[in-house]
């Protein structure tokens, strides 16, 4: 691709020429594209409408995000070169954490066990909830884990009721982003 600078036909242009192309500005650079063409009478597939509608709660969030001064700092913390805090809050809004892992390390269904869960997401996870079921789908006890404050990936929770049947229990752990999404996982023992 052609890089032009100091150009005064392109630097900072934005909007059509002859609705034949467009200038669009992406951080400091000016790109040229061909208008793009749409066929009012298609009707969207059911996959079209979802994804369209994601898309709008995306951009709902960013602006949103844009407008808290705090939200705004941390994005614009994250953006890197060419990119803005409101294509941050875009993208965050649009990727769900990932529960990487669960180590429940010395489980045996005592109080006091720390159980260590690894999330991780694209921009930070906001919290981490975790619950204890038995074999037969009793809840046993639930609660949000603490981040660690070293390994920031890192989320640990320690276990306060007895459990006297450990054997197939199951932990799930569920991670949420600051726009609500959420990742899960769920190990039995």
């Avoid at 400091?28 to 898309?55: G, S, Y």
């Avoid at 949000?144 to 390994?151: D, F, G, R, S, V």
Wanted: aromatic content about 6%; overall charge positive.
């Amino acid at each position: 691709m052609a890089r032009v600078t100091k150009n005064a036909l392109v630097n900072g242009a934005r909007g059509n020429v002859g609705k034949q192309f467009v200038y669009k500005k992406r951080g400091k650079n000016t790109h040229i594209a061909l208008m793009p063409t749409i066929d009012k009478n298609t009707v969207p597939t059911e996959n079209q409408v979802r994804v369209r509608d994601k898309f709008a709660d995306a951009s709902a969030y960013a602006t949103g995000a844009m407008a808290s001064p705090e939200l705004k700092a941390e994005y614009e913390r994250k953006a890197p070169s060419g990119k803005t805090a409101h294509n941050m809050a875009f993208r965050d809004a649009l990727k769900a954490p990932v529960v990487k892992g669960i180590d429940p390390g010395k489980y045996a269904g005592l109080p006091g066990a720390l159980i260590e869960i690894n999330a991780k997401d694209d921009f930070r996870v906001a919290s981490v909830f975790v619950s204890i079921r038995t074999a037969t789908g009793e809840l046993v006890e639930e609660g949000n884990a603490i981040l660690n404050p070293i390994h920031r990936n890192r989320w640990g929770y320690t276990t306060v009721k007895e459990n006297p049947l450990v054997a197939g229990c199951s932990i799930s752990a569920t991670a949420r982003d600051i726009p609500g999404n959420e990742g899960k996982l769920d190990i039995t023992l």
